[in-house]
């Protein structure tokens, strides 16, 4: 048995029980990653060296009796957007190429205190916008599942590393879906939990009130393990929750007898792929037959939610991204001197930033700045922060008479690399299923719930109240149970990838 | 609007951004068919209340992890050009 067929569970368990040291584990995955990578680039920076000592300080304790933390020799990958102190954090940006962050996210810190092995910084968007990893400043990542085609974004990398084996889990963020939709596309589970119940301290910040941190894994029980670490109150973020935190891995046996989960008709309106329709229907017939039932339900302002995400998101980015100045960190232009600025300090700030940023940033900045700047204000920012309390009502209304809703994550599987980048409204429609989640502020998960002819994963969502992850991993974890999507692999991917070096 | 942003648009940028933006501004007017006159403005997802602290000094970063990506620095201050002035004169 290869380490890579082990659930993360299992890993765990086999490295504490010492059938599998920390080293042999994590050798095992840096050599798929060797392998692999090349072809599907879903790594920014792979830290062997670093990944290999820490496996083997966790060797040495356990054979000297010392207790070992709950996720000891589990290889993770972290998405480039948490600042990690031994390791460049590039946020997939040109602006922050040679960016060392003085300390570690609160994130990275709890997956080092429970003894997991971090052995590198995955791709993703620039700066976490965009839907298919293709604005990362540093190359596209391939669809381990057909090498043309977007793995989704902005978490692509995060996505492709588990579905290709190159990690059992990997952290992501998802501001309007970034860990759902790639999840969705590349044939693996992820979860976005509640805002505020994983801190968001030291994740590059894009949209603070939206922005959440969560994990990435083949399996629910898998997410739920890494859920368990990384989640709780961080007095360094004033809006992380301070909610006791459960044992998710204890509570998925449950079964789902009684648990009443909503499906919105309009979801299966015009756009949405007949295939994916049919995976997910089907999908609701697996949770039937696990003992849930299945209700229409009503969101009536689901159809404002891309354009209102449209407006939030790129305000707060706008002013979040104000911190690139070319001054404390990050790139800075070399001085050209020009008549067009007012003084050669606001040049600097100019041009650096002209520079550093890549296009989608530079156009959700511009659309920011436009939607908060006086006289647009109340027509833009405003009018769609009201919008965003209707569709959060959606979500409380709705709660009233449903545990869960289920749906689809994406209106269509992985499309070609290349399909959508020409037209930006185009690609920002990716999102009509997954934004709501983070305007609403509640938790909401993905997993793969069926297949195309043409061998393309399709996913299934399930969203939940306020701190409903504990049902959310359960019932996903039960759906898990019924079926083996989950643990379907890219066939002849080992063929298919060129080694490197 | 971008010397607002603070970005130095490229020639070759402006024509795209000018369509794609007005595309966008176009598509999320969609809003403006909502009758929103009673509703309050939502600004952060859970109605999270202040925080407040004790406020009781703690270590921070030494100087030297602070300009340790500063793209010019003399050991103690971040360099900058020159705040006022005529641009070309640094």
Redesign the interface.
């Known amino acids: 048995m290869q380490p890579a067929d082990l659930s993360a569970i299992d890993l765990v368990a086999a490295v504490r029980q010492g059938d599998l040291s920390a080293v042999q584990c994590t050798e095992a995955f840096l050599n798929r990653i060797q392998y692999c990578n090349g072809a599907i680039n879903a790594f920014l920076n792979v830290d062997r060296a670093g990944a290999l000592a820490c496996a083997e300080s966790i060797d040495v304790r356990r054979r000297s009796g010392q207790p070992l933390g709950p996720l000891a020799g589990l290889p993770v990958a972290v998405k480039d957007a948490l600042c990690t102190a031994d390791l460049p954090t590039t946020a997939a940006s040109k602006m922050l190429e040679n960016f060392r962050p003085p300390y570690d996210a609160f994130v990275v810190s709890r997956l080092r205190q429970a003894d997991a092995v971090i052995v590198g910084k995955t791709n993703m968007d620039e700066f976490a916008m965009g839907g298919s990893n293709e604005n990362s400043a540093f190359g596209p990542v391939h669809n381990p599942w057909d090498f043309s085609r977007a793995p989704g974004g902005s978490s692509g990398g995060s996505a492709a590393c588990v579905a290709a084996d190159m990690t059992p889990v990997a952290i992501g963020s998802d501001t309007g879906g970034s860990i759902r939709q790639p999840a969705g596309l590349c044939g693996i589970t992820g979860l976005k939990p509640t805002y505020g119940r994983v801190s968001r301290r030291g994740l590059i910040a894009f949209a603070s009130s939206l922005d959440q941190i969560g994990p990435m894994a083949r399996s629910a029980a898998d997410c739920a393990l890494v859920l368990e670490t990384i989640a709780g109150h961080d007095p360094g973020d004033s809006t992380s929750l301070t909610d006791a935190v459960p044992r998710y891995t204890s509570l998925l046996e449950q079964p789902l007898a009684g648990v009443r989960v909503g499906r919105v008709p309009e979801h299966f309106a015009a756009g949405l792929d007949p295939e994916v329709a049919k995976g997910v229907e089907e999908a609701f017939a697996v949770l039937k037959a696990a003992g849930a039932t299945v209700h229409d339900i009503a969101m009536p302002h689901a159809k404002y939610g891309v354009a209102t995400y449209y407006l939030v998101a790129p305000c707060e980015a706008s002013s979040n991204l104000a911190r690139y100045d070319g001054a404390h960190y990050g790139h800075r232009a070399s001085a050209k001197p020009s008549s067009a600025f007012e003084s050669p300090l606001i040049e600097m700030y100019c041009r650096s930033r002209a520079e550093g940023f890549g296009p989608e940033v530079k156009r959700r900045i511009m659309l920011g700045t436009y939607a908060l700047s006086s006289g647009y204000y109340d027509a833009y920012y405003a009018k769609a922060l009201k919008v965003r309390r209707l569709i959060r009502q959606d979500y409380l209304d709705a709660f009233e008479h449903v545990d869960l809703i289920g749906g689809p994550v994406s209106a269509t599987p992985a499309f070609k690399l290349g399909e959508k980048t020409g037209d930006p409204l185009a690609m920002y429609l990716v999102d009509l299923y997954t934004v709501s989640t983070n305007l609403a502020g509640v938790g909401g998960i993905s997993f793969p719930c069926g297949f195309t002819k043409s061998g393309l994963p399709i996913g299934f969502q399930l969203q939940a109240p306020a701190l409903g992850e504990p049902l959310l991993l359960r019932a996903s974890d039960r759906f898990q149970r019924l079926t083996d999507w989950h643990l379907r692999r890219p066939p002849n991917l080992t063929a298919l990838c060129t080694p490197k070096g | ?10 020639d070759h ?1 402006l024509a795209t ?1 000018t369509s ?2 007005s ?3 176009g ?6 068919e ?1 009758d ?1 006159t009673n ?8 109605d ?1 209340e202040n ?1 407040f ?1 004790d406020d009781v000094p703690s270590p921070s ?1 030494s100087t030297a ?2 300009l ?5 620095h003399d050991g103690q201050y ?1 360099l ?11």
Do not use: Y
């Open positions: 609007m971008a010397a607002l942003a603070r970005l130095a648009l490229f940028e951004m794609e933006l595309n966008i501004v598509f999320v007017s969609l809003l403006e909502l929103t509703v309050d403005p939502l600004a952060h997802p859970l999270a925080v602290r970063l992890e602070a340790q990506s500063a793209p010019r971040f900058v050009p020159a705040v006022l002035g005529e641009s070309g004169a640094a």
